[in-house]
């Protein structure tokens, strides 16, 4: 009993943090291109089609299982949050299981903006 209850906690907290993930996706998507960049040129690997990230919080009804591998039945016009999957280290940690992606290095895109703005900065004090 004190288990499944510890059980549904986890629950809980991964689903929320997947829902805060989803969202954290489509602002940055919308708002913060530049960081999408970033974060994409420091993705490397490939995507082996699993279809993990079309399940986070919920199963994808465009998600549909061929042979082995789980395919998008919208691939061609699939939303720019699914084109961007992974954009960095805080996707993988929500998604809580391999991905065929790695980043080069544990930056995740606030910091590089941050890191960004803040060369930025300097280099406008210096002019
Ligand atoms: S979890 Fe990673 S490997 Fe799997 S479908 Fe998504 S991007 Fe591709
Ligand atoms: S639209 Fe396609 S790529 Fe995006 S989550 Fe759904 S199945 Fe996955």
Sequence with gaps: MKYSARRRIALVRRKSRQVKGKLRR???DKFKKDAIRLGMSERQGECLMCGQCCRLVFKCPFLEKQGSCETCRIYKYRPAQCRHFPIDHKDLRDLGRSCGYTFVRKTTTK???????STESTESTDE
């Design 26 to 28: 489509w602002y940055m």
């Design 111 to 117: 910091e590089s903006t941050e890191s960004t703005e």
